[in-house]
């Protein structure tokens, strides 16, 4: 998926370049799943979902990309990233998915 699908997805205005949520210097031209599907893809729904892709810059993709240690850090910056830049409804929609990321989060600590 590319950037532009997940704002639209989220029903966040493309009016404005975007900034990166992980770096807020640069504009954002990818989405990144943060945790992996794996070869082939997966069967669970949230590693599928929009809650585990963040929109980000090419040089924050290349460096904080699928890497356990910063689920944690991505996580926390979706979530900020969301809360500003959503509609109500886009919010209330990643925020189903709030559980899995704490559970997650907690793993990896």
């Not at 850090?73 to 925020?95: H, I, P």
């Amino acid at each position: 998926m590319n950037a532009k699908d997940y704002l639209k997805y989220y029903d966040i205005s493309e009016q404005d370049k975007i900034l990166c949520p992980v770096c807020e210097q640069r504009i954002i031209v990818d989405t990144n799943h943060i945790i992996l599907r794996g070869m082939g893809g997966s069967t669970n729904k949230f590693i599928n979902s929009m809650a585990n892709q963040i929109p980000i810059c090419r040089e924050c993709h290349i460096t904080f990309a699928d890497q356990p240690k910063y689920y944690e850090m991505l996580f926390n910056k979706l979530t900020n990233f969301v809360k500003k830049q959503a509609t109500k409804t886009g919010y209330q929609e990643f925020m189903k998915y709030q559980t899995e990321i704490e559970i997650i989060k907690a793993k990896n600590r």
